[in-house]
């Protein structure tokens, strides 16, 4: 049996061999009825009991969000566990009593998964981990040569713990995606991602966002990416910066001039202005690689749009940009409107949410939709609507023109007049949070997903 390339760790022999005996273990099943359940589960091991038994030796106390977890990971079929499986150990999960997993719970919990080939994927945000849980994961990554996928997204890791997790990637050769959203590295724990880079060659997904990380580092990680040629993804978001001089912005737009596989790039909150922007777009006229850029938050004005204007008029990669919660103002959104009206036929989505647009900006976009086919989804709540804009975009869904579920507004009616109200989609609304139904199957709420994800785990 061929094993895919999503979940074939590299130098694994044995991991093909058990996959190999897995699958004629489970044709064998199919056709012969006399096989009981209990053999079956033993074609793969018992998380649960396993998990029990190295509480026991470490003499720690069972945390039973965990058994719960392993537990239901043991009733998966035999299709999810061949192909890999992810343990979601969230603490923030509403759907089930959740005990928060501790540095003591986490030493436990790897001393399971060390040699278990098919969990790939670990989600532990929103735990009370630090810089002794930190420790416990490092030293895993650098022995488990299955793990693909690692969310450790608003733990309390900080600045050791970082230099940690970083060194463990110096030597591991199978994670593509890891999240440290939310840990207060600092400056210097950002610097350890940053000599990181220079060596890993296999991590595509990296985010860092809300690390507090300064200039310092963010010049680093720049310069890092100039010559990694494995990071398709990075979300660089809200850096404590001091400076007005923008030299991260210059220093990223450096970056793009040489890095020629890129994907998507965060810069939400890098108090960006209109000089950042036109530093940006200098650079994305050499850049062929760059799907989705992210400039939400920042103080970008109808003078920096311009010159975003200018650059659709011309690039045929962006795929998706994010200006939310900037101040384009009537007369950015025009500029905005004229190149994907006349030229740009590659843009599908657009999000202008809180920009301090009024009608004549917005009909300008409506207009703009009409002759550009291409531009799929767009985002408009938070600006001024008249009853022109109301009109406008009622009638692109009318028409079919835009789908419901492609943007944040719904028209209705009041005494003869259209109004538009305010829906739950956008670009990446679930980033910080899963809901309490659980895992968001369709991709409405998170548009970003479904058009650049980057892999199996992006």
Known sequence: MEVPCCSRPRSSPFYCSYLQFA???WQTCEFNSCILPQQVMSVHPDLHQHYVQACQNLGQPENPFIA???QEANKKDKI???KGITLKIAGNNHLVPVQRVTDDDLQVLVSVLRDTVFVTGLDLRCNVLTDAGAKHM???LQENPT????NLMFNDIGTSGAELIAGALHRNETLVYLRMTGNKMGNKGGMFFASMLQINSTLEKLDLGDCDMGTQCLIAIATALTQNKSVKAINLNRPLLYSQEEETTVHVALMLKNNSSLVELHLCKHEMKNFGVERLCEALYENSSLRYLDVSCNKITRDGVKFLGELLKQNQTLEILDLSANRIEDDGATYLSEALALSNRTL??????SNNI???GLVALSDAMKTNMELSYIYIWGNKFDEAT???FSELIQMGRLKPNCTDVEPYEVDGHVHLAELSHGLKKHYYWTPSCGEVMNKDANASLAIAAVSEYL
Do not use: E, I
């Not at 793990?147 to 690692?150: C, D, E, F, P, S």
């Not at 599908?348 to 949410?353: E, I, K, M």
């Open 147 to 150: 793990l693909r996928y690692l």
């Open 138 to 140: 490092a030293t895993f």
């Open 80 to 82: 999810r566990w061949t």
């Open 23 to 25: 699958d004629v273990f």
């Open 68 to 70: 719960h977890v392993l």
């Open 390 to 392: 109301c009109m406008a």
């Open 358 to 360: 009024s009608g004549k």
């Open 348 to 353: 599908q989505v657009l999000s202008v949410v």
